[in-house]
Each structure stands twice: as structure tokens, then as C-alpha cells.
């Protein structure tokens, strides 16, 4: 059965809200268009070292904030939707045809357990599919609980994140391009542990991607 018209069965019963304001939306949207009008998107210009392209659906900020909390907490069940198309849309405008496959940034065992599901592979495998391109989360791995990063200084960032990922399939990996998908980019530590861990691996080029990423350091600023 069509994805899309499963969509809009479920609807029927349960119908789709935004993931902002809860107000009830048509099965094919993702946010109200107030909100929507609302949201800004992202426009920057952030860089990650070794990663090919980096691209972001919206800048992060207090109108989109309540999206991303919800998701993280499981209330809504259209932020991931909404997130993933955003995500989808943007790799289109940016032309980038050759992914592989996709990948999510993983959780801790732990931390995936008590929340029991991982927001970032919801919104891959909403994009994936939107993409048609393979979803493959399992071959990351996160290793240890870690401190949230945007509390942290540049040397305590390095720190935190040595060693906390592995690579479950070195050979799957081999000469591919892989896209990793996120629900949020602060600094991009954690997609350059991530980054750097597959072309040692032997991955041809890695892009990222994130459903907002918070707004790029003005210069003079630290980190």
C-alpha cells in the first residue's frame, strides 16, 4: 500500500496535528501554515571538516523549539514526517544524488532503552523513504554515555566524544557515500567523530544532514 495513502487512512482515525501547535493539518502537511510561515530556514554556512556537504531544514530557535521536544518525547507522532520531508526536500535542492545509504547519529543503549526509540533514525527513515535510499543505522554504534556537547568546551568536546563510536561493519561501508542524519546541530562534534570514524573506514564521502542546525557563530565568537 501506498505510504502516502496510509497516511491518510490513519488520518482519519487519528488525525495529524502540527508538531507546534496541535492544531489538526491534512494528512500531507507537516506543519499549520501559520507555523509554517513562521519557521525560518536555514541559510548558513557551516562547515564540517571532511564532510563533503552539510545542510540543515531550519535554524533552530524558540518557534521550532516545542517540534523537537515533543519528537524527543514521543508526543507527536507527525514531527518526524514533518522533519524528514523538510530534510528530503533540502537534499533535493542541493542536488546530491549519490548517497549509499543513510545512517542516524545512535543513541546509548541506555539512554535508547529509556526513551525507546531514537528521534534521529525517525526522521532518516521518514527521509529515506522519501528518498528511496537505503536506510542502514546499524552501522554506527555508540559505545558509552556522553555529556551533551554544547556544555562543553572545545577540548572537553574531544574528550567527551573519544571513543564513544564504532564502526559495526567496516566492509559495508567500503567506497560508499553516506548521508547522516540528525535532529539537531549545535557544534558538529558529534557529526565529525561520526564523519571521521567512516572515511577511516574507508567511506568515499560522508554528508550531513540535520533537521535544524542552531545559528552559525558570528566571527569573534568562541565556541
Do not use: H, W
Not at 7 to 12: D, E, F, K, N, P
Not at 116 to 127: P, S, T, V, Y
Not at 198 to 206: F, I, K, P, Q
Request: net charge positive; charged share 25%.
Amino acid at each position: 500500500m501506498n505510504r502516502q495513502f496510509l497516511r491518510y487512512l490513519t488520518a482519519l482515525i487519528y488525525p495529524v496535528r502540527c508538531p507546534i501547535c496541535n492544531k489538526i493539518i491534512d494528512s500531507d502537511e507537516s506543519f499549520c501554515e501559520k507555523c509554517s510561515n513562521e519557521l525560518i530556514r536555514y541559510t548558513g554556512s557551516f562547515k564540517i571538516p571532511k564532510v563533503k556537504k552539510f545542510i540543515a531544514a531550519f535554524e533552530y530557535n524558540q518557534k521550532i523549539a516545542p517540534a523537537i521536544f515533543i519528537m524527543k518525547n514521543g508526543i507527536s507522532g507527525n514531527a518526524p514526517y514533518a522533519f524528514g520531508k523538510a530534510v528530503s526536500e533540502c537534499i533535493k535542492s542541493e542536488n546530491i544524488k549519490n548517497i549509499d545509504f543513510i545512517i542516524s547519529v545512535p543513541m546509548f543503549r541506555d539512554n535508547l532503552k529509556k526513551r525507546g526509540f531514537n528521534q534521529a533514525e525517525l526522521i532518516a527513515k521518514e527521509a529515506g523513504f522519501l528518498l528511496d535510499i537505503e536506510i542502514r543505522s546499524d552501522l554506527i554504534k555508540k559505545n558509552r554515555k556522553t555529556l551533551a556537547q554544547k556544555n562543553l568546551t572545545k577540548a572537553q568536546r574531544q574528550t567527551n566524544l573519544k571513543n564513544a563510536f564504532s564502526v559495526t561493519d567496516k566492509i559495508a561501508v567500503e567506497n560508499k557515500n553516506i548521508l547522516i542524519i540528525d535532529d539537531v546541530c549545535t557544534t558538529g562534534s558529534t557529526l565529525s567523530e561520526i564523519t571521521n570514524l567512516l572515511l577511516d573506514s574507508g567511506a568515499s564521502e560522508v554528508y550531513c544532514a540535520c533537521a535544524c542546525k542552531t545559528p552559525d557563530l558570528k566571527r569573534g565568537e568562541k565556541q
